[in-house]
């Protein structure tokens, strides 16, 4: 059984690809960062539903404790899957944004893919097979007020993405990014109401996580073999 490892896994969206990911045949291990709570509850969900999860808690933003996590994750097997979907926002105009929270939403996003991503290339390139799901956002992409932070950690992400991608290829590893726009969740639920989301979405909703989930297992299979280095849109036409 392949096995795989989603960052920021108790949230909405990472629930839903811990979900989707079991569903189709791995083994999740559903990571969390304070919400372990959360993360454990969804691996005893699964479970009980005679699939394989379990949960596990470091931050990524800790370079030092990630490795220590993923040196454990590593003693029962490489990781096949990795999705990198943890990430925070702390927004604020530029003139007014802090160094800290410039830079909290870069150590968790850029430097947390590094901190997750390089120890675990190796073991899956043994492997000749594998796959690497950043998770972005449409900001990257458009940009967003107030957001300059996060669209740099997003974008960066991307960048990153594409240029790992071409070094793993011959392995037999792919690495594309998903870029969601606007997703129910608990980040969006406070600052989307239906009607500005009727304005700024073409399809007139908002994206559910399960879709941004069916892209992401679409993306881990067999059957997405010849995509690498992509960015993957999925905000309802958008853009």
Known sequence: MKRALVTGGSGAIGAAICRRLAQDGLS????????LASAQALADELNSQGLSASAVQFNVADGASTRTALEAILADGPIQVLVNNAGIHDDAVFPGMSETQ???VI???LNGFFHVTQPLTLPMARCRWGRIINISSIAAITGNRGQVNYAAAKGALQAAGKSLALELASRNITVNTVAPGIIVSDMTKDVFD???????????RAGQPDEVAALVGFLASGAA??????TISINGGMI
């Not at 999740?28 to 919400?35: G, Y």
């Not at 239906?194 to 007139?204: C, G, N, S, T, Y």
């Open 28 to 35: 999740v291990i559903i990571h969390a960062n304070r919400n």
């Open 102 to 104: 410039w830079s909290s």
């Open 107 to 109: 150590d968790v996003s």
């Open 194 to 204: 239906a009607d500005l989301i009727k304005q700024m979405v073409p399809m007139k």
């Open 225 to 230: 073999a010849y995509i690498t280095g992509q």
